[in-house]
């Protein structure tokens, strides 16, 4: 699953919503807004973006119409066969040959010419309708070449970033400059508002929370330290120079994770106010030593075995995060270790070279702390008491605490974002909340076979009424194999009887209407043309398609993703089936994240034992 996921490109897209504000907005006014955000976009933000989807260009249809034609067994089944076979049928070719003479004599025959010429029969048609599976629901429709909702209220653009979610240095200045573009043209417009939505959004939110996390814990950590240790020494340099060992030790850290890693998760650099306060007690403890004993010998000797033992097996439970199946957690551990033995050791050498014992001892009065620190807490019975009952009681109950699954409320989410998460899936629909099936294979064309045999399954679940509906390339890109089944099942069908009945009846049933015997000769040629498979790139090349949403390949891995919405209720025995289909992967985001978190749970279960074991060890070793 990891693979798959790793290797599939669930897009960063940012969903942009075009609104309309009353009842007087009308579509045109969404298209103008909406061609103004492109125009400034494209201008503006080059670097940011690498398409915009949601406006289909003019030379774009025809490309889409030109392709399928030139391929058009590729995109027929056994229903459209049998919608052909009946437009054979005399009565029907007379009564389309009449549409098509009404139509040409119109106006909008300069138009549709072409395509009645190459197409009498509208066979291409059947092909067309193929391509409407690769969007998820019918709630939109094209105004002006723009997607807006089927009430002309809505109009939804798709940004596809340049830089991907995890680089939030970089989308953070896209957004912004983004959101400035999108606030003018709010100003402009007033009968339309725009809001944007995207995964990226959440990721710059939460890098942004993170370093004001960062600041705060750390400043507030090392401020109230600090004024513990003014308070307590009644000097300012002796807690600098506490603080010295856990800095050095820090920097050592993220230095060695940059050499071979080249970066670091912002969690280990947030975990820092803890382990402040850990590598703090080795030069802590080695300054309280020497101030009481003002001996360099007798210091090593009574602390250095206790320093190095307490700092290791620190570093070896920090290390047990390693057996973590998450890359942030290991970069924790590794930077704790470093960190902590760092810290002991430079302590051990620094502190009674810095640090030097007054000659005359001055009797300070007794501060809160000392006064905290001189009661014999083993003498009180009463918190004895108390500690065993708690011990006891916690026996009870520590097995009844859950684990919290979901991962949307660990998550920084603005409000702002929330609110417009919720508009982006209001008008949406279900094709917000939609599940994914991933079919792989070691190749593309692998990939593309498992999807072709899943895409049957996906179209007898929906005429099952099991799922409501689908979005899949399984009908339009084919693995070779199926590619040649379908060209085969074409040739089978124009028989040379039938193209040359066909031709005849044209011939005869155009005359009526002034057409001449070669009027459809490039329908003929189409007819009896010799079809071959084309390529992955041929697809590729046809633009408006926009396959890489749903194509992904690399080093001995392809993956191609579909989607699909169905009913809460069908949904745990849906997704059943589907998953014992060979080579194919189900990814509900949230069960994703329930499962991830569960593992997790389960990790940290044995890294508790690998840690009790590993001190246990050193324990007994020295």
């Not at 490309?63 to 995109?75: A, K, M, R, T």
């Not at 004993?293 to 620190?314: C, R």
Request: aromatic share 10%; net charge negative.
């Amino acid at each position: 699953l990891k693979k798959v996921l790793d290797q599939t490109e669930f897009s960063d897209k940012i969903i942009v919503t075009i609104s309309a504000k009353s009842k007087e907005t009308t579509p045109e006014d969404l298209t103008n807004y909406a061609q103004k955000l492109i125009d400034t976009v494209n201008t503006g933000l080059p670097e940011y973006i690498k398409n915009i989807q949601g406006k289909v260009p003019e030379e774009g249809i025809m490309e889409i119409y030109d392709f399928v034609y030139s391929n058009l067994p590729l995109f027929l089944n056994e229903t459209d066969y049998a919608a052909i076979e009946n437009r054979l049928i005399l009565d029907s070719i007379n009564e389309r040959v009449e549409e098509d003479y009404k139509s040409l004599i119109s106006p909008t025959g300069l138009v549709t010419k072409d395509f009645i010429f190459k197409d009498p029969l509208s066979i291409t048609n059947l092909g067309l309708k193929k391509l409407e599976e690769l969007q998820l629901g019918d709630d939109f429709k094209l105004f002006n070449n723009f997607l807006i909702t089927k009430d002309e209220k809505h109009l939804l653009l798709f940004i596809s970033p340049t830089h991907p979610a995890s680089e939030t240095d970089k989308n953070a200045v896209f957004l912004e400059q983004f959101e400035a573009i999108q606030k003018t043209l709010n100003s402009k417009y007033s009968k339309v508002e725009g809001q944007f939505f995207g995964g990226v959004r959440y990721s710059v939110a939460n890098a942004n929370q993170i370093k004001k996390d960062i600041k705060l814990t750390m400043s507030f950590a090392s401020g109230i330290l600090l004024l513990l240790l003014i308070f307590y020494y009644r000097r300012i340099y002796v807690p600098l120079i506490l603080f010295i060992p856990s800095l050095i030790g820090g920097i050592a850290a993220v230095a060695v994770l940059y050499l071979f890693k080249g970066s670091i998760s912002a969690i280990s650099v947030g975990i820092g106010a803890i382990l402040l306060g850990i590598s703090l007690d080795y030069a802590l403890h080695i300054l309280t030593h020497y101030k009481n004993n003002n001996d360099i010998s007798k210091l090593y000797k009574d602390v250095t075995v206790p320093i190095l033992m307490s700092s290791g097996t620190t570093a070896v439970a920090f290390l047990c995060l390693l057996f973590v199946k998450s890359e942030a957690l290991n970069d924790l551990g590794i930077f704790a270790a470093i960190s902590v033995m760092v810290a002991s050791v430079v302590a051990l050498f620094l502190i009674p070279l810095l640090y030097s014992v007054p000659k005359i001892q001055e009797k300070q009065q007794d501060t809160f702390i000392d006064k905290i620190a001189g009661i014999a807490y083993h003498k009180e019975k009463g918190l004895v008491a108390v500690i065993i009952l708690l011990f006891v009681g916690g026996l009870f109950y520590f097995t009844h605490v859950n684990f919290n699954n979901d991962l949307s409320s660990i998550n920084f989410e603005p409000d702002e974002i929330k609110e417009a998460e919720k508009e982006v899936q209001n008008i949406a629909g279900k094709a917000a909340r939609s599940i994914y099936l991933v079919a792989y294979g070691n190749t593309s064309d692998e990939a593309l076979e498992a999807n072709n045999k899943l895409y049957e399954e996906l179209n007898d679940l929906k005429r099952s009424g099991s799922i409501e509906n689908f979005s899949s390339i399984g009908g339009v890109v084919l693995s070779t194999n199926t590619q040649l089944e379908k060209i085969e099942t074409w040739k089978s069908f124009w028989t040379q009887e039938k193209q040359e009945a066909l031709k005849s009846n044209l011939i005869t049933s155009s005359a009526r209407f002034g057409f001449r015997p070669e009027s459809f000769d490039r329908f003929y040629s189409l007819i009896s043309e010799d079809f071959q498979p084309i390529y992955l790139n041929d697809y590729r090349n046809t633009s408006t398609l926009y396959l890489d949403d749903f194509l992904s390949s690399g080093k001995d891995l392809a993956t191609v993703t579909n989607s699909i919405n169905l009913d809460k209720e069908l949904e745990a025995e849906v997704l059943k089936k589907i998953k014992s289909t060979k080579n194919v992967v189900v990814v509900d985001r949230k069960q994703l994240n329930q499962s991830f978190l569960g593992n997790l749970k389960n990790d940290f279960n044995k890294l508790i034992g690998y840690s009790i074991l590993a001190v246990f060890l050193i324990l007994i070793i020295c």
